[in-house]
């Protein structure tokens, strides 16, 4: 059994991590609860007011470097981990190692450089403003990339001087448990980085409703994201919500289709489409959309499934109800309309039987506004329209309640940064797609994908406070 944090779970309080591609049980996991939360959030508490060393900020820059480099070390048997319990592709479970590092890494250098200000009132005053850590922070986050956003969360957090705990998704839990194990082996003082795994309703609702935390963080769906709001709200507790997205990718006449195709392809199947910030609408003008659907299918057709230790292009889906969710969503498209261009079915043979492989799908002729059009599939499912002209383009892209990640594709650089504005997303890409990003760049939701922002400077501003200090001279 993996060792987490929690000790001493209640007898036969456990729950199982399950490998999607083959349904094998990997490993046993402690059933957190109000007991175990309670426990690590006064842990926390005891870690944030009594480890002096924290408050030094060489100390904490020293300590995350550590940690950057232990992950680093670890990096091939970390990938296997998360390969195996999230179904993904080996090559890209090497990638969320990678980036783990590098949050660590990135806000180690952030951390001895967290400057207040000082303002200007005349020679009568000293006023300036210091950035103060929360205290206990609480974090959630989803399964489908548990080590990159456990990282992204804490990493920054630890940075300014917080303490965490962190409830990772019953689905997914492994790697975020040995991320708090490396760290302490890495020299994070106890306390400061706690995992407490279990299911949402049970570990998750008593994080958010413990009196002793500070600020809260969730990573994961609208419908939770409500719920955990709601609640902090009764608490009066600061929160930042990152949720999720339906992003367009919009493809203008003059679109480097030969530059375009390859990315639109891997924004839309990386991690089996179960990503936030997936590229999951294409709106091409109308004279190339019929070359441009030509040309997805013809790749989307060619691609490689497999289990992701085997290091398919696409892997199965998390989980039997995943799969009924995205297939679901795929048939009662085509129900409504939709025409399906390919894809569409459960993919069998080989070694594709015992897990949930859903094939590359695209649907053209999608009407906006229907379920396929406004609502996330979590699958590798792409809904595709076309638009006359630019004005067409933006509304359509504008068009869901979501707002986290958005593509233009065009040669003409002035059309693309006007349109840029005009946007409603937290991120938006000129002729390429970071599917979120990288580590340095702000990313969060306009809509209805959440407030708060993390990743950047911005994570550093969402984990402290300011205090403004004014003295008379
Ligand atoms: P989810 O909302 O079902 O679960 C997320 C987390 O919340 C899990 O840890 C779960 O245990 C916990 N949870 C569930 N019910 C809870 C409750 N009542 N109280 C407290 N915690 C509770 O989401 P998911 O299915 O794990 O992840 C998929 C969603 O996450 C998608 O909508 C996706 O877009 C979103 N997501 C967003 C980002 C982003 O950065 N914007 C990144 C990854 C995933």
New binding site residues.
């Given amino acids: 059994m993996i060792e987490t944090e929690i000790k001493e779970p209640e007898a036969g309080r456990v729950f199982p991590a399950l490998d999607p591609a083959t349904g094998e049980v990997l490993d046993w996991l402690p059933r957190g609860g109000s007991a175990e939360i309670d426990r690590a959030v006064r842990e926390g508490r005891r870690a944030f007011e009594e480890e002096r060393s924290w408050r030094q900020p060489a100390t904490r820059a020293r300590v995350l470097n550590a940690i950057a480099r232990a992950i680093e070390e670890q990096a091939e048997p970390l990938a296997v981990l998360e390969c195996r319990d999230t179904g993904k592709p080996l090559t890209q479970a090497r990638t969320d190692v990678t980036v783990a590092a590098r949050y660590f890494q990135y806000y180690a250098g952030w951390a001895d450089k967290i400057y207040g200000q000082q303002i200007p009132l005349g020679e009568r005053f000293l006023d300036y403003t210091l950035r103060e850590p929360w205290g206990v922070c609480g974090q959630?986050?989803?399964?489908?990339?548990p080590l990159q956003?456990s990282s992204?969360l804490a990493a920054p957090a630890l940075a300014v001087g917080n303490a965490v705990v962190l409830?990772?998704?019953?689905?997914a839990s492994l790697t975020a448990v040995r991320l708090a194990e490396i760290a302490r082996a890495a020299g994070l003082p106890d306390g400061l980085l706690q995992v407490v795994t279990?299911?949402?309703?049970e570990?998750?609702?008593?994080?958010?409703e413990h009196p002793g935390i500070d600020h809260l963080s969730?990573?994961?769906?609208?419908?939770?994201?409500t719920?955990?709001a709601l609640?902090a709200a009764r608490r009066l507790v600061p929160i930042s919500?990152?949720?999720?997205?339906k992003s367009p990718q919009v493809l203008f006449p003059d679109t480097d289709l030969d530059l375009a195709i390859p990315v639109i392809v891997r924004a839309l199947i990386q991690n089996a489409g179960?990503?936030?910030?997936?590229g999951a609408r294409l709106i091409a003008h109308a004279d190339i959309y019929g070359q441009v659907l030509a040309r997805l299918k013809e790749r989307l057709e060619a691609i490689r499934l497999g289990p992701g230790l085997e290091d398919p292009e696409l892997g199965p889906l998390?989980s039997a109800a995943?799969f009924e969710r995205a297939h679901g969503m795929t048939q009662r498209a085509i129900a409504e309309g939709a025409r399906l261009v390919s894809g569409g079915a459960r993919a069998s043979g080989h070694n594709l039987d015992a897990g949930y492989f859903l094939q590359p799908t695209l649907l053209a002729d999608v009407v906006p506004g229907s379920e396929i059009w406004t609502e996330?599939v979590?699958g590798p499912v792409l809904a595709a329209t076309s638009f006359q002209e630019e004005d067409e383009a933006i509304s359509l892209a504008n068009s869901t309640t979501y707002g986290?990640v958005a593509a233009l594709w065009t040669r003409d650089l002035s059309r693309a940064h006007r349109l840029a504005r005009r946007i409603r997303a937290g991120q938006v890409f000129i002729n390429t797609y970071g599917a979120?990003g990288g580590v340095e760049l702000p990313?969060?939701?306009y809509n209805r994908?959440?407030y708060g922002r993390?990743k950047g400077q911005e994570a550093i501003l969402t984990f402290s406070q300011v205090k403004n200090i004014c003295a008379a001279l």
């Fill in positions: 959630i986050i989803p399964w489908n990339y956003v992204r409830k990772p998704a019953e689905e279990g299911y949402g309703e570990a998750g609702s008593a994080l958010v969730f990573v994961g769906s609208p419908a939770v994201g719920l955990i609640a919500l990152e949720l999720g997205g179960q990503t936030c910030s997936a998390i995943q996330e979590f986290l979120g990313f969060g939701g994908s959440g993390g």
